[in-house]
T-cell receptor, first 114, second 109 residues
Framework: EAGVAQSPRYKIIEKRQSVAFWCNPI?????LYWYQQILGQGPKLLIQ????????DSQLPKDRFSAERLKGVDSTLKIQPAKLEDSAVYLC????????????FGSGTQLSVL | DAKTTQPPSMDCAEGRAANLPCNHS???????VYWYRQIHSQGPQYIIH???NNETNEMASLIITEDRKSSTLILPHATLRDTAVYYC??????????FGSGTKLNVKP
């Protein structure tokens, strides 16, 4: 089966610019996650969707980050405006449902903010 | 927030068993323990998970102590391709995967 698809693979922007990342989960997976991974650290959960509803966005910096999952399939994560400290790998993951289900991760988008 | 603690790094000789420890002393009775690994420039990959009993699959074995306060991931015959960061995760509130800093396993020839 096809895995979790993410694009772009790399992105370089200047601070105060905006950027968007796209994720297509595994077909039939209801739950979608966005993680931020700063170099040398473990992934940090930003937001979790169940179908097109938000389950948890407690760690999402809502003043600059936004995410949506229209129609409960693809998802987009946006940063506006970007700061230097947003430089990280943004990982998307999906699972069949919320709960005791293993996550499948994409390869991530590496963002560099200059 | 991560509810597990792991050593930051470990070394293992190729062909030998790699035993990676994890402390989860505050885990709740119904919280599963999951293990993932991340090879450089890739997303984390699922390895194994368990609740109370020991588990084994084609990749690894998971040994959970009777009091569930700690566990050990065992790679029976480590290869150079097993060099990665290994994450032990407690499935918090039955639906939240919080990663800690993990253990960097270095498999040496």
């Amino acid at each position: 089966e096809a895995g979790v698809a993410q694009s772009p693979r790399y992105k370089i922007i200047e601070k105060r610019q905006s950027v968007a990342f796209w994720c297509n989960p595994i077909s039939g997976h209801a739950t979608l996650y966005w993680y931020q991974q700063i170099l040398g650290q473990g992934p940090k959960l930003l937001i979790q969707f169940q179908n097109n509803g938000v389950v948890d966005d407690s760690q999402l910096p809502k003043d600059r980050f936004s995410a949506e999952r229209l129609k409960g399939v693809d998802s987009t994560l946006k940063i506006q405006p970007a700061k230097l400290e947003d430089s990280a790998v943004y990982l998307c993951a999906s699972s069949f449902r919320t709960g005791n289900e293993k996550l499948f991760f994409g390869s991530g988008t590496q963002l560099s903010v200059l | 927030d991560a509810k597990t603690t792991q050593p930051p790094s470990m070394d293992c000789a190729e062909g030998r068993a790699a035993n990676l420890p994890c402390n989860h002393s505050t885990i709740s009775g119904n919280e599963y323990v999951y293990w993932y690994r991340q090879i450089h420039s890739q997303g984390p990959q699922y390895i194994i998970h368990g609740l109370k009993n020991n588990e084994t699959n084609e990749m690894a074995s998971l040994i959970i102590t009777e009091d569930r306060k700690s566990s050990t991931l065992i790679l029976p015959h480590a290869t150079l391709r097993d060099t990665a960061v290994y994450y032990c995760i407690a499935l918090y509130n039955f639906n939240k995967f919080y990663f800690g800093s993990g253990t960097k396993l270095n498999v040496k020839p």
